[in-house]
């Protein structure tokens, strides 16, 4: 036995506990594009409706609020690599329970990462989207190639609109030869910008269908999925990870990650 990286009980070896697990996957149904909530599993949202989308499904675990988007900032910030794993594993959780309940077409996927400019790559020293994609596909067991690339280093997105975001990463994505069903895995969903631009360079390149796989969405303005994580916590938690009140749900076009 281990300790789970989120409340330190028991738990397996590079997983979370049973508690964490069910609680960090405690979501309701969404929009099959964007993730907001809506009455149904598989519903597409009104705003989905009209600008419609060039990825198939978006699959998620939870809203990035609270202690889980306190972990996904301890992978992504401070290199907390032992993270990946017990992600990974939730991750193909999820997948397989959107399969059950969202009539998700049965056929064979392949895994790609949203790419990280070389540039960033070694200020940085890892991509934490490779890395979850190389762990998914071992936990699915599919394979793992990267016919994704950037074309150019982007600007910080903090502070960007949607509008600006998708201007600064115009044609910053371009694919080799990707034929097939694809599974997009980033750490965060916000505006869907770079998700957009990714996903169309895979369907350029062939690409049958492009599915996003992603640890957290970031929540428009109370749209958020009502769950214990902006309320209580099953185990002891880190008193960074503990907010002193009510999470704000910030707008996707003012946060900094996507």
Same mark, same amino acid.
């Given at each position: 036995?281990?300790? /789970?990286?989120? /409340?330190?009980?028991?738990?397996p070896r590079?997983r979370? /506990?049973?508690g964490?697990e069910?609680?960090?996957?405690? =979501?309701?149904?969404?929009c099959?594009?964007?993730g @907001?909530p809506? &009455?149904?599993?598989?519903q597409i949202?009104?705003?989905?409706?009209q600008?419609?989308?060039?990825?198939d499904?978006?699959?998620?675990?939870?809203?990035?609020q609270g202690?889980?988007a306190?972990?996904?900032?301890?992978l992504?910030?401070?290199g907390?690599l032992?993270? @990946?794993?017990?992600?990974?594993a939730l991750l193909a959780?999820q997948?397989?329970v959107?399969? =059950?309940?969202q009539?998700?077409p049965m056929?064979?996927? =392949?895994?790609?990462a949203m790419?990280?400019?070389?540039t960033? *790559?070694?200020?940085?020293?890892f991509? =934490?989207?490779? *890395?979850l994609?190389d762990?998914?596909a071992?936990?699915?067991?599919i394979?793992? !190639?990267q016919?994704l690339y950037?074309?150019?280093?982007?600007p910080? *997105?903090?502070?960007?609109?949607r509008?600006?975001?998708? $201007?600064a990463l115009? $044609?910053?994505?371009?694919?080799?030869a990707?034929?097939g069903?694809?599974?997009?895995?980033?750490?965060?969903?916000t505006?869907?910008?770079?998700?957009?631009?990714?996903a !169309?360079?895979?369907?350029?390149?062939?690409a049958?269908s492009?599915?996003?796989v992603?640890?957290?969405?970031?929540?428009?303005?109370?749209?958020?999925?009502h769950s214990?994580?902006?309320?209580?916590?099953? &185990?002891t938690r880190?008193?960074?990870?503990a907010?002193?009140?009510?999470?704000?749900?910030?707008s996707?076009?003012?946060?900094p990650?996507r």
């Amino acid at each position: 036995m281990d300790r /789970c990286p989120a /409340c330190s009980t028991p738990a397996p070896r590079h997983r979370f /506990c049973a508690g964490c697990e069910e609680d960090f996957t405690n =979501q309701g149904p969404g929009c099959r594009f964007c993730g @907001t909530p809506v &009455g149904h599993a598989g519903q597409i949202c009104g705003q989905c409706l009209q600008q419609g989308h060039p990825w198939d499904r978006l699959h998620f675990i939870h809203d990035f609020q609270g202690p889980w988007a306190a972990l996904i900032r301890r992978l992504k910030y401070q290199g907390a690599l032992t993270l @990946t794993d017990p992600f990974a594993a939730l991750l193909a959780r999820q997948w397989r329970v959107d399969v =059950q309940y969202q009539a998700v077409p049965m056929t064979v996927y =392949q895994v790609v990462a949203m790419p990280m400019h070389r540039t960033r *790559l070694l200020s940085r020293g890892f991509n =934490q989207a490779g *890395l979850l994609a190389d762990s998914l596909a071992r936990h699915l067991a599919i394979a793992r !190639r990267q016919p994704l690339y950037r074309t150019r280093e982007t600007p910080p *997105l903090e502070g960007l609109s949607r509008t600006e975001r998708r $201007r600064a990463l115009d $044609r910053a994505f371009a694919s080799e030869a990707a034929g097939g069903h694809w599974l997009l895995v980033d750490d965060v969903f916000t505006t869907g910008a770079s998700a957009r631009q990714a996903a !169309r360079a895979l369907r350029a390149a062939g690409a049958d269908s492009v599915s996003l796989v992603m640890l957290a969405r970031t929540p428009l303005s109370g749209d958020s999925h009502h769950s214990w994580l902006g309320q209580t916590w099953h &185990g002891t938690r880190c008193a960074e990870d503990a907010p002193e009140s009510p999470p704000h749900f910030a707008s996707r076009s003012s946060d900094p990650r996507r």
